[in-house]
């Protein structure tokens, strides 16, 4: 970082954020601040941008606001874009470990096509491409993955495709699902469903406003 840089931070009050000159930025700072600061500050360094976005937790739709702000002002390099897919990368892998953890088991193939009873792999990969089953995939891991959650039995939970056809990404409909809701009392719209499917309508209804 460069010598007599200074390095701006939002303090949240009262529904705004106010600019004020600290060391670091705080982790409840807001995003059009943030990229604000790169705006108003030219000569920050940009290895003090790759450090920041790799040291705070923020997701990698953040990471990408702020620092398509900052190229605004420079010319990116071919090191400047490898550092910025390195932050990306990290971020998406520390999202991925949460929402899989909340979850639960994954299945291959394999195993799911052993669940489901049908009688190739084939038969799965045709669920998956018309939107009948959640899959999931790596980037350093060949096949797609399914959450086991989805079966019930021997069958494909009834929810699970209309789902899909409101969010058709497997990542972004399994985020969806786990993510923790302040009107479920903490609870998601996984654990939500799971416990009574009387509440399907609501989570359909939440994920049409989602992707609307």
């Not at 953890?101 to 009873?117: C, F, H, M, V, Y």
């Not at 669920?127 to 959650?149: E, H, T, V």
């Not at 719209?189 to 009574?196: C, Q, S």
Request: net charge positive; with cysteine.
């Amino acid at each position: 970082m460069r010598a007599g840089v200074r390095i701006l931070s939002p303090r949240p009050a009262r529904g705004s954020c106010e600019l004020e000159g600290v060391d670091l930025w705080t982790k409840s700072c807001d995003m059009s601040i943030m990229s604000k600061v790169l705006t108003v500050d030219p000569d920050f360094d940009k290895q003090a941008v790759f450090q920041l976005l790799s040291k705070f937790d923020l997701s990698a739709g953040d990471v990408a606001e702020v620092f398509s702000s900052y190229l605004k002002l420079r010319a990116p390099t071919v090191d400047d874009l490898d550092s910025f897919r390195n932050v990306l990368k990290k971020r998406g892998t520390e999202a991925q470990i949460e929402i899989l953890e909340a979850a639960g088991p994954l299945l291959t193939s394999e195993e799911i096509r052993k669940k489901l009873g049908v009688a190739s792999r084939q038969t799965i990969h045709n669920y998956k491409k018309d939107g009948a089953l959640l899959s999931i995939s790596f980037a350093n891991r060949k096949g797609d993955y399914f959450p086991a959650f989805q079966v019930d039995g021997h069958e494909i939970r009834a929810w699970v495709p209309q789902l899909l056809r409101r969010i058709g990404v497997g990542w972004d409909a399994l985020s969806f699902l786990v993510a923790r809701r302040r009107d479920l009392a903490g609870a998601s719209y996984l654990e939500a469903v799971l416990a009574d499917p009387r509440k399907v309508p609501m989570m359909l209804a939440a994920a049409d406003v989602y992707v609307s």
